[in-house]
């Protein structure tokens, strides 16, 4: 089930009236309907993929418990093996054994050696695996390293796990920030509540009106990449850039926004990335909940830059290598994760003291284009071919024709608008602003205008969100 489909806000719908009207005064029966809810939203895709959702729900609430109650160091790190070893290698199964698998043909290939791939598998990969396993794992981590304590309430767990706005492609949330909320009794404001549809005004926008007019364009070029030039590989990455900020903090606020509905808080997981004077400055702006998650689980335990140098940027490297085959099981991913980890190493061995003015922040915006490249482009043969056109052949730009001239410019319009909010909430915060002015008039014909945008543009209940796939 889509956010920006019919279907979507038909259950929407449903879920709130149920849970604000009929059992709002029984936080257990509140609890009861988000997981029921929670399971057919993500059945609506395949309801075979329920039972991993479930099991890992089981195992987790399981070794929990386990991991608290054990007073031998041995048995509380054997239950955390048990919970990493299941959730890692559910991962690793469906989402990277056919990876592995061609990759060791391929290297036998390279050396005469031709072997059958009998091996392979016709494997479905389960959305949002990649996102609800990390969330899981975190809370069986935290209990072992004694930041939380296990929940005995079942269903508040398993609602947890499962909690359908951001269910599939996150914020992945910290059992120590989400599982509490699902604890206590939430109480309906209308605040909250407008907020809220204020934050998924802005993510409707975000990826129908910005990020799926963009599409357009970069799916022209980058899948037709013998038919064109470097200046259209310039932008359509450019435009990528914006597609996939657009998509993907689109969904986030959606997320965010509709967990509002509910009473409940998500962590931030976008804050105006392009903006950032560096790499490293990027990283904790760009897909929050995650970046911190490889850095409390991944990167700190490696020893982080508590280390000597060497070390340390092997920390680096490692962890943004790892993070980039999280991303996919493809080569393209892996050097998009490579190239950021040697970003990083260079801001290391080169610049002593955080980097600023607008000269840093435009590099910063190559740079993260260029590697933009590797993971947007279908292949790594691709992603090479592009570059070399860039460098090489600059050619025309590709203008397109009749549709494609006419989301070229709406994506370019749009985009105008994004650039203008975010400038405007990166550097002149108290200036005028349209969504806390004091006139109502001024308030709702902004949002007026935004959701006449996104009727206008948008396309409901065709377009994938871009990290679904992960």
């Given amino acids: 089930m889509l956010f920006n489909s019919v279907d979507f806000f038909i259950f929407l719908s449903l879920v709130f009236i149920g849970y604000w009207f009929v059992v709002y005064k029984n936080l257990r029966l509140q609890n009861i309907l988000l997981l029921v809810a929670s399971y057919v939203f993500y059945g609506w895709w395949d309801w075979?993929?329920?039972?991993?959702?479930?099991?890992?729900?089981?195992?987790?609430?399981?070794?929990?418990?386990?991991?608290?109650?054990?007073?031998?160091?041995?048995?509380?790190?054997?239950?955390?093996?048990?919970?990493?070893?299941?959730?890692?290698?559910?991962?690793?199964?469906?989402?990277?054994?056919?990876?592995?698998?061609?990759?060791?043909?391929?290297?036998?290939?390279?050396?005469?050696?031709?072997?059958?791939?009998?091996?392979?598998?016709?494997?479905?990969?389960?959305?949002?695996?990649?996102?609800?396993?990390?969330?899981?794992?975190?809370?069986?981590?935290?209990?072992?390293?004694?930041?939380?304590?296990?929940?005995?309430?079942?269903?508040?767990?398993?609602?947890?796990?499962?909690?359908?706005?951001?269910?599939?492609?996150?914020?992945?949330?910290?059992?120590?920030?989400?599982?509490?909320?699902?604890?206590?009794?939430?109480?309906?404001?209308?605040?909250?509540?407008?907020?809220?549809?204020?934050?998924?005004?802005?993510?409707?926008f975000l990826k129908l009106v910005v990020a799926d007019r963009a599409a357009i364009y970069v799916n022209a070029v980058y899948n037709n990449t013998e038919n064109h030039d470097g200046l259209s590989f310039i932008a359509a990455t450019v435009l990528f850039a914006f597609q996939i900020y657009g998509d993907f903090a689109g969904y986030s606020l959606i997320a965010i926004g509709t967990s509002k509905l509910f009473g409940f808080d998500l962590m931030t997981n976008f804050r105006r990335p392009y903006f950032s004077a560096s790499v490293s400055e990027f990283w904790t702006r760009w897909h929050i909940s995650l970046s911190t998650w490889f850095r409390d689980y991944l990167y700190i335990p490696l020893g982080g830059n508590r280390v000597a140098k060497p070390r340390w940027l092997f920390n680096l490297f490692i962890t943004f290598l790892i993070s980039g085959l999280w991303h996919g099981a493809n080569w393209t991913f892996v050097v998009w994760g490579a190239l950021n980890g040697l970003y990083l190493i260079v801001e290391v061995l080169l610049f002593k003291k955080r980097r600023k003015g607008v000269f840093n922040v435009v590099l910063t915006f190559a740079l993260i284009n260029f590697a933009w490249v590797f993971f947007r482009a279908n292949s790594i043969e691709d992603a090479f071919y592009i570059i070399k056109r860039i460098c090489t052949v600059p050619g025309r730009l590709y203008i397109g024709s009749g549709d494609d001239i006419t989301a070229s410019l709406y994506a370019t319009l749009a985009i105008a608008i994004l650039v203008l909010v975010e400038l405007k909430k990166e550097y002149f915060n108290t200036l005028f602003s349209i969504s806390n002015h004091k006139y109502e008039f001024v308030r709702l014909t902004g949002y007026a205008v935004l959701i006449y945008m996104i009727m206008y543009f948008g396309v409901f209940g065709k377009s994938q969100f871009i990290y679904f796939q992960f």
Avoid at 81 to 98: A, E, R, T
């Fill in 48 to 204: 075979r993929f329920l039972s991993l959702i479930a099991l890992s729900t089981i195992i987790d609430y399981t070794a929990g418990f386990r991991i608290y109650e054990s007073e031998e160091k041995s048995i509380k790190k054997r239950w955390l093996w048990v919970s990493i070893i299941f959730n890692l290698g559910m991962l690793g199964f469906f989402k990277y054994y056919n990876f592995f698998i061609d990759s060791w043909i391929d290297l036998f290939a390279a050396m005469g050696y031709e072997l059958q791939s009998t091996w392979t598998l016709q494997i479905i990969l389960p959305v949002g695996i990649s996102f609800y396993t990390f969330q899981t794992l975190s809370y069986s981590i935290d209990i072992y390293k004694e930041k939380l304590q296990p929940t005995k309430d079942f269903i508040a767990f398993a609602a947890f796990v499962s909690f359908f706005p951001q269910l599939v492609a996150g914020p992945i949330e910290r059992a120590t920030n989400l599982v509490p909320q699902f604890l206590k009794k939430r109480t309906f404001t209308y605040k909250t509540f407008s907020y809220g549809i204020k934050l998924m005004i802005w993510g409707f």
